[in-house]
């Protein structure tokens, strides 16, 4: 099981942690973004999105998602990140939970690009960014 508290209220984890409901609740985690084709929600009831990624990040088809719905998925994490604690999931946690993270960085804040990676590696040293965020200019 892998989780790491990205921002106060913002987790990143792995698929197994957004099963966990004991996780879920003790950081009462309001809304999941699973960004999985085949994994499956928690019954608990709080509100569930599927992002189907690819299991394996097939990267044309994934990009083609990402850049399809960069937008739309920044605006919900915007609208949603002050009042309501959020849970990115993806199947492994390192890969597309905190690229879709970064790109939320990307699009509403003041930090420069390429202090984003940085900035995200000093709260998990293990996480997997290797994908250029200016493909999503």
């Known amino acids: 099981m ?5 921002l106060s209220g913002l987790w990143i984890g792995d698929v197994s942690i957004s099963l966990n409901n ?3 609740q003790d950081n009462s985690i309001d809304i ?11 019954e608990l009831p709080l ?5 189907p990624f690819s299991d ?9 998602l990402l850049r399809d719905n960069k937008k739309k998925i920044c605006d919900f ?11 990115i999931c993806c199947y492994d946690g390192k890969t597309i ?6 790109l939320y960085l990307k ?9 984003i990676y940085p900035l995200l590696l000093e709260k998990e040293k293990s996480l997997r960014l290797w994908l250029d965020l200016s493909l999503f200019d």
Do not use: H, M, V
């Open 97 to 102: 939970s905190p690229l879709l993270y970064a």
């Open 32 to 42: 999941i973004l699973n960004c999985s084709s085949t994994f499956g929600f928690t």
């Open 56 to 64: 394996s990040f097939e990267a044309d088809a994934d990009i083609k």
């Open 77 to 87: 994490i915007k609208k949603n990140i002050l009042k309501k604690n959020i849970l």
């Open 107 to 115: 699009e509403y804040s003041k930090i420069d690009t390429k202090s």
């Open 22 to 24: 004991k996780f879920i």
């Open 47 to 51: 509100q569930k999105i599927r992002l």
């Open 2 to 6: 892998f989780y790491c508290e990205i």
